[in-house]
């Protein structure tokens, strides 16, 4: 049972928008920890993918943006491509654990 | 560029230690406010912090591992270690070792190395 909860997958069409949510708790996300996102196609590490809730690292396209409120942080992917399929997981620090925090990850098909 | 490279068994036998090194080329380990972390991932599954280590050698540990793990930092070869003690057969994973940067977030990261528990 991962402390962050995304939904297992979600699937869009090419170019379509999707969103993947992430909700926390008052000790991670709704203490005011930022929300990080990361991009892991299969056999390979993890990528940041958004940091501070909203910023994207150099090289990331603009179809990929963060936000947070509250509690819970969304990815959003617009312009769906072929290429976005992969698994996205969100992390946060968690005020009780001292340290990172996952999301169990989001399974994203692009039909 | 930073670059970071795992290393070491991807065999451990029940109840023994599993041992990885992280070594971290691009990236003085001594500049001060960094930090290093160790993640795990079991096959098919999510993501799962083991801890974090500063370059003073400062550890923070997941609670629900803090028994069995031991974090050290060794600044002269600019790498960092793990010691899992008494592992089992759910300790079988991909281990990875990153780089703490802005926010708490992992913006380098290893290739990973799949560590099997199995006699």
């Known amino acids: 049972q991962s402390v962050l909860t995304q939904p297992p997958s979600v699937s869009g069409a090419p170019g379509q928008r999707v969103t993947i949510s992430c909700t926390g708790s008052?000790?991670?996300?709704?203490?005011?920890?930022?929300a990080h996102w990361y991009q892991q196609f299969p056999g390979t590490a993890p990528k940041l993918l958004i940091y501070r809730s909203n910023i994207r690292p150099s090289g990331v396209p603009d179809r990929f943006s963060g936000s947070k409120s509250g509690t819970s942080a969304s990815l959003a992917i617009t312009g769906l491509q072929a290429a976005d399929e992969a698994d996205y997981f969100c992390q946060s620090y968690d005020t009780g654990l001292s340290g990172a925090v996952f999301g169990g990850g989001t399974k994203l098909t692009v039909l | 560029q930073v670059q970071l490279q795992e290393s070491g068994p991807g065999l451990v036998k029940p109840s023994d230690t599993l041992s990885l090194t992280c070594a971290v080329s691009?990236?003085?380990?001594?500049?001060?406010?960094?930090?290093w972390g160790w993640i795990r991932q079991p096959p098919g599954k999510g993501l799962e912090w083991i801890g974090y280590?500063?370059?003073?050698?400062?550890?923070y540990y997941n609670p629900s591992l803090m028994s069995r793990v031991t974090m050290t930092v060794d600044t002269s070869k600019n790498q960092f270690s793990l010691n899992l003690l008494s592992v089992t057969a759910v300790d079988t994973a991909v281990y990875y070792c990153a780089k703490r940067g802005s926010g708490g977030s992992l913006d380098y990261w290893g290739q990973g190395t799949l560590v099997a528990v199995s006699s």
């Open positions: 280590i500063n370059y003073s050698g400062t550890t």
């Open positions: 008052s000790s991670n996300l709704g203490a005011g920890h930022d």
């Open positions: 691009g990236y003085s380990i001594s500049t001060t406010n960094s930090w």
